[in-house]
């Protein structure tokens, strides 16, 4: 933990040092892509050792696949030899804490070039292996039309910028940065005569990095105090669940997932500041001429708080990995791709039990959201009073159901997640099945009758 703060700190004064010094003006693209991948480098090999030569041979593997594999199979090969590899990494790692033997977890920078791999080969066929009409507009957009060349690979791969922590981001837009193109590319978006600019504005992240460096202060801090002082594993304590009631629980369970974020709002958000700091990550202007940087953010902490279903509350927490696994497998599956983007979530997280066990019923608690927002949302849309009480009410249960569903990929391991959902009754779980059986046909029927309705107002 140590040198992963260490690397980030260092990573952000060498991200200002990259912008000022080696910006698109002052170097060559080759010479920004050389830096930043020996920066990567070391900064790997001082935080993990020996073990990160696994980062490493994962980058060879897949660009000898990149170079050799025909283009309608290049995703293929990549997607099983990457998260094959991953997979064997996570065994062999836990094989060995296992028996005692202090390691480095070198796991984190792995899965994020793993979704890096991924993201690059599926990109790269549907640029070259897939016709336009095809694709969607986001695939369309994001389509590579050649092969990188290795400098450029190992840049994207293995910066110094996302390494450590990442994010994942899409293989055009790091290339547009490093050749300059990032910034100009949103601005040009905007008609800045109308806005009454003589020129095209230079926009700074200064601001956004300050920002988020401050949300980074306060995220360590609760870090320190509320995480050490609100542990996980007491609510399968058997004292505290023989002397306290089961609404008593259902509130400690969501203060303990409470204290459990500060962690992850650090890291993400350090590593946001980091690439920003680079200048990476602008997603350009807003209606009132705001500059925005949160192209590579990770969380949207004020959506997550208040997040009044299960889907809102996903799609702003880990938001690049929730890309990744749209891009990579939801849009790409032939079938039942919210259960397989479950799965294949759960795969890419590791071999814990714990693991399986939320994203498991992560599809059922998804998929039983879904049914009852489809159903009984409209009824609710007709006076402000009713939305807000609506809104109240799918909060509670929203936040509730995420705490339940959270708490097995915090303890990790099978006994005490089996004994926190005995406790918990099984409740989330048993309510979801019965929503599914009970509600399975209403939403094609409501879909129904709402294209009645509107081919009825049309003619």
């Known amino acids: 933990q140590i040198n992963f703060v260490a690397c980030q700190l260092f990573a952000l004064l060498a991200a200002f040092w990259f912008r000022i010094y080696l910006g698109p003006s002052h170097a060559s693209s080759a010479v920004r892509h050389a830096f930043a991948t020996l920066f990567g480098i070391y900064f790997a090999v001082f935080c993990f050792g020996w073990y990160s030569i696994h980062l490493f041979v994962l980058v060879m593997m897949n660009y000898v696949i990149m170079n050799m594999a025909s283009i309608p199979n290049i995703h293929r090969y990549s997607f099983v030899v990457a998260m094959g590899y991953l997979t064997l990494c996570h065994i062999s790692r836990i094989y060995i804490f296992h028996y005692g033997i202090l390691t480095t977890d070198f796991s984190g920078p792995l899965m994020i070039i793993t979704q890096k791999i991924t993201t690059l080969a599926c990109q790269l066929h549907d640029g070259i292996g897939r016709q336009a009409e095809e694709l969607t507009a986001e695939q369309n957009r994001l389509a590579v039309k050649s092969r990188p060349s290795l400098l450029e690979y190992l840049s994207y791969l293995l910066n110094f910028m996302s390494i450590i922590a990442g994010p994942c981001s899409n293989y055009k837009d790091y290339i547009a940065f490093i050749e300059g193109r990032h910034v100009h590319m949103k601005l040009l978006e905007v008609n800045w005569k109308q806005k009454g600019y003589d020129r095209l504005p230079d926009p700074s992240p200064t601001g956004a990095v300050m920002y988020k460096l401050c949300i980074t202060l306060v995220s360590l801090i609760l870090f320190l105090t509320l995480t050490k002082n609100f542990p996980m594993a007491y609510i399968v304590d058997d004292e505290f669940l023989d002397k306290t009631p089961f609404l008593s629980r259902l509130g400690y369970l969501y203060v303990v997932t409470q204290a459990a974020k500060p962690k992850y709002y650090f ?167 019965l929503v599914l059986l009970l509600l399975s046909i209403r939403p094609q029927a409501h879909s129904i009758r709402k294209a009645q309705n509107q081919a009825m107002l049309n003619s």
């Open 267 to 433: 890291a993400w958000t350090l590593a946001d500041a980091v690439n920003n700091a680079a200048g990476y990550g602008f997603s350009g202007v807003d209606e009132r001429g705001t500059f925005h940087w949160d192209l590579l953010s990770n969380l949207n902490i004020w959506n997550i708080e208040t997040a009044t279903s299960f889907k809102m509350y996903i799609e702003n927490w880990n938001i690049q990995t929730a890309a990744w696994l749209k891009r990579v497998c939801y849009d790409r599956a032939p079938w039942y791709p919210t259960a397989l983007t479950f799965i294949l979530s759960a795969l890419w997280h590791g071999i814990y039990p714990g693991y399986y066990f939320t994203f498991l019923t992560g599809i059922l608690i998804t998929l039983a959201a879904r049914a009852i927002r489809n159903n009984f949302r409209h009824y609710f849309l007709s006076s402000m009073p009713l939305k807000m009480a609506y809104d109240i009410v799918t909060w509670v249960v929203t936040q509730l159901a995420v705490c339940y569903t959270v708490a097995p990929f915090v303890m990790l391991a099978v006994e005490p997640t089996i004994k926190f959902y005995r406790s918990m009754y099984f409740h989330m779980h048993i309510l979801s099945v």
